[in-house]
T-cell receptor, first 113, second 116 residues
Framework: GNSVTQMEGPVTLSEEAFLTINCTYT??????LFWYVQYPGEGLQLLLK?????DKGSNKGFEATYRKETTSFHLEKGSVQVSDSAVYFC????????????FGTGTQLKVEL | EAGVAQSPRYKIIEKRQSVAFWCNPI?????LYWYQQILGQGPKLLIQ????????DSQLPKDRFSAERLKGVDSTLKIQPAKLEDSAVYLC??????????????FGAGSRLTVL
C-alpha cells in the first residue's frame, strides 16, 4: 500500500537558517505529493503540492521537488522565521484511491531567535 | 469562503461513554473525510463520503465507530463505547472534486477527544 516516511523531529533551527525536511514515499503508479502545515491550535493547511515528476511546488518561500527516481519530496526553505514554527506533514494521494491522503508522521519545526 | 466547521473543539469523557462530533464542510464540496490524528502520528483516514454515500471506510472500527452524512452536507462521527486508545484529534476535511490526484483537501480545526 501507499506510505510516507518523514524525518523525525523536533528540528530546532535559528532564525534565517536553511531548512530541509526529508520525505520519501512508496506508492504504485504516479501519486500526487503534498506538504501540509499545522500551526499550534489550528487545522492542517496545504503548503504546496506537485502532481507529476520533476514538478516543483512552492509557497511562502518553501519549495519541494517531486523526484520520481528517488521517490522523494523534500521540503526546503532558504531562511526560516520564528513564524514558521509548526508541524509539517508530507502526504500523497494515489491515483487509485480517490483523493484520500496518506500522511507521514509529521516533523515539528522550532525556530528560535 | 467559510472554512470547514467542526464541533465541539474539545471533549473529555470516561471510557465506555459515547461521544459525537459534527462537521459542516465547505459549501458545494461533495467529498467529506474524517481523519483520526493520535498524538505524535500523522492523520489516518477513517471514512470518506461522496455526497451521502460511503467511498471508503476500510479503516473505521465499525464495532464502535459510526458515521453518517445525511443529505450529503453535514456529517457526524460517533464513538460508542469509547476506549482509552480513542483519545485523539478528529479532523474533518472536504474537497470539491473526486478526480484523483491534484485535488486539495480543506481541513477543519479538529475536535480533540480525551478518554479517561
Amino acid at each position: 500500500g501507499n506510505s510516507v516516511t518523514q524525518m523525525e523531529g523536533p528540528v530546532t533551527l535559528s532564525e534565517e537558517a536553511f531548512l530541509t525536511i526529508n520525505c520519501t514515499y512508496t506508492a504504485t503508479g504516479y501519486p500526487s505529493l503534498f506538504w501540509y502545515v499545522q500551526y499550534p491550535g489550528e487545522g492542517l493547511q496545504l503548503l504546496l503540492k506537485a502532481t507529476k515528476a520533476d514538478d516543483k511546488g512552492s509557497n511562502k518561500g518553501f519549495e519541494a521537488t517531486y523526484r520520481k527516481e528517488t521517490t522523494s519530496f523534500h521540503l526546503e526553505k532558504g531562511s526560516v522565521q520564528v513564524s514558521d514554527s509548526a508541524v509539517y506533514f508530507c502526504a500523497l494521494s494515489g491515483r487509485g484511491g480517490g483523493n484520500k491522503l496518506t500522511f507521514g508522521t509529521g516533523t515539528q519545526l522550532k525556530v528560535e531567535l | 469562503e467559510a472554512g470547514v466547521a467542526q464541533s465541539p473543539r474539545y471533549k473529555i469523557i470516561e471510557k465506555r461513554q459515547s461521544v459525537a462530533f459534527w462537521c459542516n464542510p465547505i459549501s458545494g464540496h461533495a467529498t467529506l473525510y474524517w481523519y483520526q490524528q493520535i498524538l505524535g502520528q500523522g492523520p489516518k483516514l477513517l471514512i470518506q463520503f461522496q455526497n451521502n454515500g460511503v467511498v471508503d471506510d476500510s479503516q473505521l472500527p465499525k464495532d464502535r465507530f459510526s458515521a453518517e452524512r445525511l443529505k450529503g452536507v453535514d456529517s457526524t462521527l460517533k464513538i460508542q463505547p469509547a476506549k482509552l486508545e480513542d483519545s485523539a484529534v478528529y479532523l474533518c476535511a472536504s474537497s470539491l472534486l473526486t478526480s484523483p490526484g491534484a485535488n486539495v483537501l480543506t481541513f477543519g480545526a479538529g475536535s480533540r477527544l480525551t478518554v479517561l
